[in-house]
């Protein structure tokens, strides 16, 4: 799923929510409390970057691809280091990554479950110049990303409450009528005459 249509997603949740609310509420509540509530409900987490740690480099095996003519991968022995960024709001990241999923050709993966992004370098033969381009490359993806999908975050965020004011405020109608259509209603007059006394 992309950011945007997430974004559209909880914007519908929220607006659905708004549908909900009782005439009760409607009539008697200020309503830009209301949304400002519903609107928090469904405010997605903005995206930020903590710590950056390095892990130490150690044994991995890797697929080599063979010679011309022999091209099946051989498993060879190799060096990994990887670079974890810890993050606040990686649920949002992860869903920015149906877009363009820049990070994920950065070499950048989500990890959800550690509330962090790794970027892992491995080579048969390391060399620290390289892993520091690559990890350097990275960043600078990383960086990119936060900064657009928080730019992207804030917009949502700021039409949020808008949209679900104009949505109750819709429904403030609809309620409206129902009290002015349910005062008007009355119980036929037979009902008095059959059950209504003995």
């Known amino acids: 799923m992309s950011l945007s249509s997430a974004l559209a997603s909880a914007l519908y949740k929220a607006l659905r929510d708004a549908d909900t609310v009782v005439d009760d ?23 930020r970057l ?11 095996k890797m697929a080599v691809p063979g010679d011309p003519g022999k091209e099946d991968p051989a498993v060879h022995p190799g060096t ?5 960024v810890t993050v606040d709001g990686v649920a949002t990241l992860a869903m920015a990554g149906g877009d363009d999923d820049e990070l994920s050709r950065a070499g ?22 390289v892993a520091n381009r690559f990890f350097a490359e990275a960043m600078r993806v990383i960086e990119q990303t936060v900064e657009s999908v928080n730019q992207r975050v804030s917009e949502y965020n700021e039409a949020l409450e808008p949209a679900v004011l104009k949505e109750l405020e819709g ?18 007059d037979s009902y008095e005459r059959w059950w209504g006394r003995p």
């Open 25 to 47: 509420i409607l009539l008697s509540r200020d309503l830009k409390s209301v949304a400002g509530g519903i609107a928090q409900r469904h405010q997605v987490e903005p995206v």
């Open 50 to 60: 903590h710590r950056v740690v390095m892990d130490n480099p150690h044994p991995t």
């Open 80 to 84: 990994a280091v990887e670079l974890f």
């Open 108 to 129: 950048v993966t989500v990890d959800t479950e550690g509330q962090r992004l790794v970027a892992r370098y491995a080579s048969e033969h390391p060399l620290a110049e």
């Open 171 to 188: 429904c403030r109608e609809h309620a409206a009528e129902r009290k002015t259509f349910a005062a008007g209603l009355k119980l036929p």
